[in-house]
């Protein structure tokens, strides 16, 4: 993918799902390496993934699912972001196993919890050190209304991290308080970003970065080497002039 920043505006939420649709299944016949790494995000995102991946043709078997953040909670906890995609997406798509699932050990305890999650990521990606950023083909990302993704909070130190893949965070504000999350080097170093917003409570934030260049963490997520993608609806679009939106359908040709 060429190195393009596209705000696209819907004027429903079918026409959304269509165009991240369009967007995933453009990095999957893009991805060159042996697997197609995915990193996952929580809140919405699970129910609109449910719907969207089965629209995708692909072969399952080279999709490696990783978490953008997770809350150090049990999996059968209904704040758990692999026990969320476990109940309503994997039972989608019988192609995918659980083994294609890159987790968290919810059983540890902070810091290990992100160690342990980070060895792991470093099986897969092969590199030999934390400093050599992996390279993700593909991040589904979500917004808070006060601007956080993943679980990276305005005005919080780990906004500043330039060397760790992963780190525990064990003061969000939101609850529950303790997670694991990709730093924004890892974010930054992916070759596609997606934000996927809906509603009018998002609108003002999306002005804020869109517009006035607040510096807030979902806008620090500029990939350096890649393709940064808003899917907005016609809510939370709604204080974006004109000269920022790009209503348009992604290219397949």
Known sequence: MANIINVLKCDSL??????????IQKAFDEHEGHYF????????LPAILAEVFPLIDTEWKKWRFFF?????????????????????VIPKIPEISLNQFIT???SLDSWAAANDYLSK???????KSEIDFPRFDLLLLGMGPDGHTCSLFPNHPLLKETKRWIAYVGDSPKPPPNRVTMTLPVLNNAKCCVFFVAGAAKAQIVKDIVVDGKLLPAGMVVPKK???????????????PEEHLKKMSVDLA
């Open 68 to 88: 953008c953040d997770e809350r150090l909670v049990s999996f059968n906890d209904p704040e758990s972001t692999f026990g969320t995609y476990r109940s309503i």
């Open 121 to 127: 990521m470093k099986q897969i990606f092969s590199r």
């Open 104 to 106: 968290i050990d919810p």
């Open 14 to 23: 079918q026409e959304s799902k269509e165009e991240f649709r369009k967007i």
């Open 37 to 44: 790494t995915v990193g996952l995000s929580g809140g919405s």
């Open 226 to 240: 890649g393709d940064l993608y808003w899917i907005l609806d016609n809510e939370s679009a709604s204080m974006l």
